[in-house]
């Protein structure tokens, strides 16, 4: 049984790191953006590597996406700039309805400003009063002859300020869920700013008044809404498992050159006790979890359908490792690990909203939970 990667994404690796390595210069202040740092967004579009989340058809690499690239590319932003990370994987998670079911207008309007970044989508599920259960939206889709209208409010929307179109999740009048595609400059969209958060991100709180559409609008079938949401998740959900293992292996790598040069007591940090098991604990968690977030995004991208669980898995996994390993770095690290905007207090701040977004831990926990008892005779 080969472990390794093929030689097609160690490539891919090797580019995401080279890309990561070149945006060191302008990541500190990227990541204290709650809009879009001009320069990242350049520095992304000029890597092309959002042509790795639409399909070659449209410009992107390969006939499907890869889950397994995809993860392989956050890792390596993620442990450089967590605004990098955020950019380039909101292109594939804003877009892949529009990949799986769109019409051919839709896709051809679409994918190729995608794949180049000139178009930053956004999917809008999140409400002021719906978090992860979806089925409470209070988005509504109503038919109108020919035409399509959506009413309703998104809230926490990542990208949501600087979306050129929204992939809206809703609900029709006999109670079916079901998505729209929302160009941001159509009437009756308006958008303000959501709360800053502990770890500045791109966010948006978007109001649907009466936003009359033509029905080819419509993503998919009425009543595909939760199937295409599902598809999504089932697809990149795994890749928020990649960011995490990238950001804590960036924490250890700060952790381990602390302690190797910092002198307390006669030598080393790492040379003492303690330090030595929290690093040798740190380095088999991050292993651990790259294993399984590998294993579950090979199984997304042979099956994404039957992949969601791994997915799950992984992304729990690797989230709530994450937050462990760093918590640990910064105590190793003692009063440098808490300075402001130093590597790792900003690795600390980030660590924490990954065990919320795309499925909080304890919503994941009762799915995975849900599918062993089911499955187990």
């Known amino acids: 049984m080969d472990f ?37 967004l350049a520095a992304l579009r000029a890597s092309r590597l959002g042509s790795l989340v639409v399909p070659k058809e449209f410009g992107g690499r390969t006939d499907r996406i890869d889950p397994l690239a995809i993860c392989i590319v956050r890792e390596a932003l ?24 769109g019409s ?17 989508p956004a999917l809008a599920l999140t409400e002021p ?22 009413t309703g409010a998104k809230s926490f929307i990542s990208n949501g300020a600087s979306a050129a179109f ?8 006999d109670g079916r869920f079901s998505m729209v595609l929302v160009p941001a400059d159509a009437p009756g969209v308006s958008v303000t700013a959501s709360p800053d ?35 999504t998740l089932g697809v990149f959900r795994v890749s928020v498992a990649g960011a995490a ?34 690093l040798a604990d740190c380095w088999a968690e991050v292993e651990m979890a790259r294993l399984l977030t590998y294993r579950a995004a090979f199984i ?31 105590q190793m690290m003692g009063r440098f690990g808490l300075i402001r905007n130093s590597k790792i207090e900003r690795l600390y701040r980030q660590a924490r909203p990954m065990r919320i977004y795309e499925g909080a831990s304890e919503v994941l926990r009762l799915g995975i939970a849900r599918t062993l008892t089911e499955t187990i005779p």
């Open 245 to 278: 293992v990238g950001l804590a292996q960036a924490a250890l790598e700060e952790a381990v050159r602390h302690t190797r040069t910092r002198v307390q007591f006669g030598r080393p940090l790492a040379k003492l006790g303690p330090v030595a098991q929290m």
């Open 166 to 173: 929204f992939e809206v999740f809703g609900k029709e009048s």
């Open 78 to 101: 993620m442990a450089a700039s967590a605004h990098a990370d955020s950019l380039f994987a909101l292109q594939g998670i804003g877009s892949y309805a529009i990949t799986a079911v």
């Open 197 to 231: 958060l502990i770890a500045p991100h791109v966010l948006g709180e978007i109001q649907f008044k009466d936003v009359s559409l033509p029905a080819s609008a419509r993503l998919g079938s009425p009543g595909q809404g939760m199937d295409l949401v599902l598809a």
């Open 129 to 150: 009063d719906v978090g992860s259960d979806l089925k409470q939206v209070g988005t509504r889709i109503v038919a109108d002859g020919d035409r399509v209208r959506v």
């Open 4 to 40: 390794d990667l093929d030689p097609g994404h160690i490539a891919i690796q090797k580019e995401a790191r080279s890309f990561a390595e070149s945006i060191s210069h302008i990541a500190a202040e990227a990541d204290e953006c709650s809009g879009v740092h001009a320069g990242m």
């Open 300 to 330: 997304a991208s042979t099956d994404p359908a039957s992949a969601l669980n791994h997915s799950s898995m992984a992304k729990l996994a690797a989230t709530e490792m994450a937050s462990r390993v760093v918590d640990r770095c910064v």
């Open 104 to 120: 051919s207008e839709q896709r051809t309007n679409w994918l190729p400003r995608v794949a180049t970044m000139e178009a930053l």
